[in-house]
């Protein structure tokens, strides 16, 4: 696709939030790709917690043929993409009336969690199942044991994401190969393509 082709789409606004180590900035990076590649013009904004306490970290991602800001408002993403429990919580407000949560079935204790002075709630996921009218839980424990690594959880959900998106297989894959190591693109693409074979719900 060139880039006189996507005139006239609307723009497309994307958030992906995790915790640390969850590669919430690799697949925003993917995403990127393959918009560019399509021709439409890309802006980013990162947003970084205490990654390597497992603090929140987000990335915002918007498309269309010209894009004058990386910053999505609050109440404008069609999709959120959230690799945890709580950060789908913690981001819900950005989402739009008509948008989509894709929120991936796990918990991440948070420090205050974990130093035993807080509690994780026990009912996040009802609560957005009832309260989000596009909300999909995904589970992902199959297709990362299929994948033989945690660490795919990221490409895994980019691959539920891609379902909802127009770009063909071919465009992600192409994407993915540009985006990640060389010994690395043949186990992105296996959880690219099982996470893209999930039932959602």
């Known amino acids: ?14 958030i ?3 915790v640390g180590g969850q590669g919430v900035i690799l697949a925003s990076k993917i995403l990127m790709q393959v918009a560019m590649n399509a ?6 904004s990162e947003v970084h917690g205490m990654a390597q306490r497992g603090g929140s970290v987000d990335c915002h991602v918007r498309f269309d043929k010209k894009v004058y ?30 948008g989509m949560l894709i929120v991936n079935r796990l918990k991440v204790n948070p420090a205050p ?10 009912d996040i996921e009802s609560w957005l199942c009832s309260n989000v009218p596009k909300c999909h839980v995904v589970d992902t424990t199959q297709a ?32 993915i190969k540009q985006s990640v190591k060389e010994k690395f693109v043949d186990m992105n693409l296996k959880a690219f393509n099982l996470g893209k074979s999930i039932p959602v719900s």
């Open 1 to 14: 696709m060139y880039f006189d082709q996507v005139e006239g789409n609307d723009m497309k606004n994307v």
């Open 16 to 18: 992906f939030a995790g």
């Open 39 to 44: 021709g439409y013009d890309v802006k980013e």
């Open 69 to 98: 800001s990386p910053l999505i408002e609050k109440g404008t993403a069609d999709f959120v993409v959230a690799l945890e429990l709580l950060e789908a919580m913690r981001k819900l407000d950005y989402l739009s009336p008509q």
């Open 113 to 122: 969690v974990e130093a035993g002075i807080a509690k994780y709630p026990d």
């Open 144 to 175: 990362l044991k299929e994948a033989g690594s945690s660490r795919a959880l990221n490409i895994v959900m980019l691959g539920v994401l891609s379902n909802f998106l127009e770009f063909d297989q071919k465009a992600w894959e192409e994407a």
